[in-house]
C-alpha cells in the first residue's frame, strides 16, 4: 500500500523518534542535542547508535543501521512497511489509510499467519484423537500436565502424507501457498505433501501472539530428532527466541537461555517462566539483540554434555560485548534442566539458578578441568590459563578477589600471580591500543568495514566523499537543485551508486515529491535507508550553504576527468596496446 506524503508527514510528526526508540532502549542525551543510546541492532558496550531530532532519523556507527521511525519499527518489531505504518498509527491515534489495491506481500503475510494458526489447531486436535495415541505417551512420559500441554499449543502430526494438506486445502489454501508456508513439501515427481509426519508438534509464536512457524520431533531415535518450519514471509530462526512471548511478561528482567523446546516447556511448568531457547539454529546476533530488549541478566542453561560446555563457550564470546549480566548454570547431577527437575525436582533446579557462576568463574571451572592441579605441570598450566583470564577483567576489586582465590586455592604467593596478571594485562592494553589504531587509521583513508553500499567507494575515495557531501546537501535542502542548475547534472558523479541515489532524487523533485526520509523508506530497503540516514548524519557536521555544494561539484569535475585516465596497472593488455597506438598516432601527427 501507497500512502500520501501528507499522511507520512503527519506521521512523522506524531510519533517522535526519540520518544519511539526510547522505549526499546535507554537514550542517554550527549549534551542538549544529540541523543545516543546502546544500538538494538547489534551488541555493543559503547553508544554508537545515534537519534537526530532535527531530521527525524537514526544511524549507529558502528553497524550502520539507519533510517526513519518507520525503518526502525520495521527492523526492531520485523514488520513489513505497511505492518510498521498501522503499527505507528495505532500508537499515535492516527487512522490509517484505506486502499482498494491490496498489498501483495502483506496479503501474503496475512495468509501464512492464517494457514499456521489453522495449522496448529489441527496438529493439537490431532494429538487428542486416535492417531496421536503413541504422541500422549510421550508427553506422560515427559511427566508434562494437560495445562501445560494446552498452554504451549502442543500437537501432533500424524503419520500420514497428506491429512494437514487435505484439512488446509478444504480451508481454502492453495498447494502453492502451503509450499511457501512450509508447511508442504513438492516431491521430486512434482506432488505436494506433508512438511511434518508422526511429529509431536511445537507451534512457535511471536511477540503479537501469531503463530509463525512449528518446531516437529520424532518419537523414537530416528533422524532428524528434530525437523523446524524453513525460513518463510512471517518467520526467520536466527532473529526468534521459543517461549519469549510468554517470558517477556515477567518483571524480573531476567531469562534462561535454554538449548531446546522440552527444556523450556519442564522449566515453565516447574514455575521457571522466564525459560526461552533458540529455534533450531547457532545462536546469533539477532537473538542477542532480541534478548537485550527483554532482560538485564542472562542465565545459559545449556546440556552439560561437551557439546553443551562448547555451545556455552561460543556464547558466552559472543555475548562479550553485552551489557546483559551473564551467569552460566552448573547442571550438576543431570545432563540438562529438564532431567534436573524430573529427578531432583523444581527446588533442586532452583537452587542451581540462584548458584549460577558468572562468566569468569565459569571460564576458570573450564580450564581447571584441563589439568591436573596435583602435581606442578598441572598446576603451572592452570595458572597460566588463569592469569590470561584475569587479565581481560577491567574491575580491579574483582580481579582482585579472584587473584586472591587463586593463591589460597593453588597455595601460590598472591603476588606472584599478580605479577603476572598485570604483566598480560598491559600486553593485553598494547593489542587493544594498536588494533584501535589500525581502526582509526581505516577510518581515515575511508575503509569503513564493509558498511557503505557504495562498491566503488575506496577505488574513488575522494570522489565518493564529495557526492556523499553534495547528496547530503540535497536532501537536507532540496530548493539547491533550481540554484545550482547547469552546474548540476548525473554526469558529474564518478560511483555508479550515488549516480542512481542523485537520478532517484532529480526525479522526485522534477515531480514535486520529498526527499524526508519517512517518504523514502516506503521504496527502500534497510540498506539503502541506512545509507541515506549516514548521509542526513553527514549534513549536521557542516554548514548548509550552496557554497558548498559548489565546491564538491568542482572535486567531482577534477576526480571525473582523472577517472578518464586509466591506471596503467589496471588495464588489459589490449587496453595498454591501444593506448600505446593512439600516443604513437598522436606523436607521429606532431612530427609531421
Not at 93 to 104: A, L, S
Not at 402 to 409: F, G, H, K, N, V
Request: charged share 30%.
Amino acid at each position: 500500500m501507497r500512502f500520501s506524503e501528507d499522511f507520512l508527514s503527519e506521521l512523522r510528526s506524531r510519533a517522535d523518534i526519540e520518544e519511539i526508540i526510547g522505549k526499546y532502549t535507554e537514550i542517554r542525551h550527549r549534551g542538549s542535542r544529540t541523543p545516543v543510546c546502546l544500538c538494538p541492532f547489534h551488541t555493543e558496550k559503547t553508544p554508537s547508535f545515534v537519534v537526530y531530532r532535527d531530521t527525524q532519523s537514526y544511524y549507529c556507527f558502528g553497524c550502520g543501521a539507519g533510517g526513519d521511525v518507520i525503518t526502525f519499527i520495521r527492523n526492531i518489531e520485523r514488520l513489513d512497511y505497511t505492518e510498521a505504518v498501522r503499527f505507528l498509527c495505532e500508537r499515535t491515534g492516527m487512522n490509517m489509510p484505506t486502499d482498494p489495491v491490496d498489498d501483495e506481500y502483506a496479503r501474503l503475510r496475512r495468509r501464512c499467519y492464517e494457514a499456521n494458526r489453522e495449522a496448529a489447531r489441527f496438529f493439537h486436535s490431532a494429538l487428542f484423537s486416535e492417531k496421536g495415541k503413541q504422541a500422549r505417551e510421550y508427553l506422560e512420559r515427559r511427566q508434562l500436565t494437560a495445562e501445560t500441554i494446552k498452554h504451549f499449543g502442543l500437537g501432533f502430526a500424524p503419520d500420514s502424507w497428506d491429512s494437514l494438506l487435505k484439512h488446509l486445502k478444504a480451508k481454502g489454501f492453495s498447494d502453492v501457498e502451503l509450499v511457501s508456508f512450509d508447511l508442504a513439501k513438492r516431491t521430486q515427481k512434482g506432488n505436494t505433501i506433508d512438511a511434518f509426519r508422526n511429529r509431536l508438534m511445537f507451534p512457535i509464536i511471536d511477540l503479537r501472539g501469531n503463530v509463525i512457524a512449528f518446531g516437529g520431533r520424532v518419537l523414537d531415535d530416528s533422524k532428524p530428532k528434530y525437523l523446524n518450519t524453513s525460513d518463510t514471509v512471517v518467520y526467520k530462526k536466527s532473529q526468534g527466541l521459543y517461549a519469549l512471548n510468554f517470558a517477556k511478561n515477567d518483571s524480573s528482567r531476567r531469562l534462561i537461555l535454554c538449548e531446546g523446546y522440552m527444556d523450556v516447556i519442564a522449566m515453565h511448568q516447574a514455575g521457571f517462566t522466564t525459560a526461552v531457547a533458540g529455534l533450531g539454529t547457532a545462536f546469533t546476533n539477532e537473538q542477542i539483540s532480541l534478548l537485550s530488549r527483554y532482560c538485564d541478566e542472562l542465565v545459559l542453561a545449556f546440556d552439560s554434555d561437551e557439546a553443551g560446555v562448547k555451545a556455552t563457550q561460543r556464547a558466552l564470546k559472543m555475548l562479550s560485548n553485552s551489557t546483559m549480566k551473564l551467569r552460566v548454570l552448573h547442571l550438576a547431577g543431570g545432563k540438562d534442566p529438564d532431567e534436573i527437575i524430573k529427578t531432583y525436582g523444581k527446588e533442586r533446579m532452583r537452587a542451581i539458578i540462584e548458584g549460577a557462576v558468572n562468566d569468569t568463574e565459569f571460564a576458570l571451572l573450564q580450564a581447571k578441568k584441563k589439568y591436573d592441579t596435583t602435581v606442578e605441570d598441572g598446576k603451572l598450566g592452570y595458572l597460566n590459563e588463569a592469569v590470561m583470564l584475569l587479565a581481560d577483567i577491567n574491575n580491579a576489586i574483582e580481579r582482585d578477589l579472584y587473584i586472591s582465590r587463586l593463591a589460597t586455592e593453588l597455595n601460590v604467593a598472591r603476588d606472584s600471580i599478580l605479577s603476572q596478571v598485570n604483566k598480560a594485562s598491559k600486553n593485553k592494553a598494547k593489542i587493544r591500543q594498536r588494533q584501535e589504531f589500525d581502526k582509526i587509521l581505516k577510518e581515515a583513508v575511508g575503509d569503513d568495514g564493509g558498511r557503505n553500499p557504495n562498491p566503488q567507494r575506496r577505488q574513488f575515495l575522494k570522489a565518493a566523499k564529495a557526492e556523499e557531501m553534495l547528496l547530503a546537501l540535497l536532501m537536507k535542502n532540496p530548493d539547491y537543485f533550481r540554484k545550482l542548475s547547469g552546474k548540476l547534472s548525473a554526469d558529474i558523479f564518478v560511483t555508479d551508486y550515488n549516480k542512481r541515489i542523485f537520478e532517484g532524487f532529480e526525479q522526485r523533485i522534477t515531480d514535486g515529491r520529498s526527499l524526508e526520509l519517512s517518504v523514502l523508506s516506503e521504496d527502500n530497503g534497510n540498506e539503502e535507508m541506512g545509507y541515506l540516514a549516514y548521509l542526513l548524519a553527514l549534513s549536521g557536521n557542516v554548514a548548509n550553504t550552496v557554497e558548498q555544494c559548489e565546491e564538491c561539484i568542482k572535486v567531482l569535475l577534477q576526480e571525473k576527468n582523472r577517472k578518464k585516465i586509466p591506471e596503467i596497472g589496471q588495464m588489459s593488455d589490449d587496453e595498454f596496446r591501444a593506448m600505446f597506438e593512439q600516443i604513437r598516432k598522436n606523436t607521429n601527427k606532431k612530427d609531421v
